[in-house]
Antibody, heavy 118, light 107 residues
Framework: EVQLVQSGAEVKKPGESLNISCKTS????????IGWVRQVPGKGLEWMGI????????KYSPSSRGQVTISADRSISTAYLQWSALKASDTAIYYC???????????WGQGTLVTVSS | DIQMTQSPSTLSASVGDRVTITCRAS??????LAWYQQKPGSAPKVLIY???TLESGVPSRFSGSESGTEFTLTINSLQPDDFATYYC?????????FGQGTKVEIK
């Protein structure tokens, strides 16, 4: 059974750094893309980017490029989403997603709420 | 980048109604389109992929169709469990994008 288990909710101040994680199991981590989708509470879904763990090939949305870093650790089958300097506008729920072989978003993590407030 | 325009943003319907949600792509996406259902407090789940293929375990009252760059999600005989928000998403080249969402409310 494929599982994506995300790290817990975070409360941070503007300017702080943050790394949230997505621990996977039940499939070969290296051979499937894994990515992130953002949702401001009460708003729609926004695709942020995706990484192929086997070679670390990474694709970002235009709005996410340069704002976050997506990475993956094959040794522990875990994907990460990282900020070096959070902004209040980063407040959102972040979902880890694993596409199927044909790339639709087949599996979703439970979501991680990130709150950025002074 | 490909834009996905979804309509309506809100839809009021009754149990037993037939409901239709539309998503228009700004260019050809070769049927690389999925539909998701999201309920409050939960992650989205896929209903349909490749425009019209029903995901395993999804009730057959859900169906998808396509005509050029216009895609339709139809729910036949709306059930109480179907009141939720629905999103389309293309996966025809990066960046992938979602439609704005359609909230199906109880009339």
């Amino acid at each position: 059974e494929v599982q994506l288990v995300q790290s817990g909710a975070e409360v941070k101040k503007p300017g702080e750094s943050l790394n949230i994680s997505c621990k996977t199991s039940g499939y070969s981590f290296s051979t499937y893309w894994i990515g992130w989708v953002r949702q401001v509470p009460g708003k729609g879904l926004e695709w942020m980017g995706i990484i192929y763990p086997a070679d670390s090939d990474t694709k970002y949305s235009p709005s996410s490029r340069g704002q976050v870093t997506i990475s993956a650790d094959r040794s522990i089958s875990t994907a990460y989403l990282q900020w070096s300097a959070l902004k209040a506008s980063d407040t959102a729920i972040y979902y880890c997603v694993r596409p199927s072989a044909s790339q639709y978003l087949e599996f979703w993590g439970q979501g991680t709420l990130v709150t950025v407030s002074s | 980048d490909i834009q996905m325009t979804q309509s309506p943003s809100t839809l009021s319907a009754s149990v037993g109604d037939r409901v239709t949600i539309t998503c228009r792509a700004s260019q050809n996406i070769n049927r690389w389109l999925a539909w998701y259902q999201q309920k409050p407090g939960s992650a989205p789940k896929v209903l349909i992929y490749r425009a019209s293929t029903l995901e395993s375990g999804v009730p057959s009252r859900f169906s998808g169709s396509e005509s050029g760059t216009e895609f339709t999600l139809t729910i036949n005989s709306l059930q109480p469990d179907d009141f939720a928000t629905y999103y389309c998403q293309h996966y025809s080249g990066y960046p992938w994008t979602f439609g704005q969402g359609t909230k199906v409310e109880i009339k």
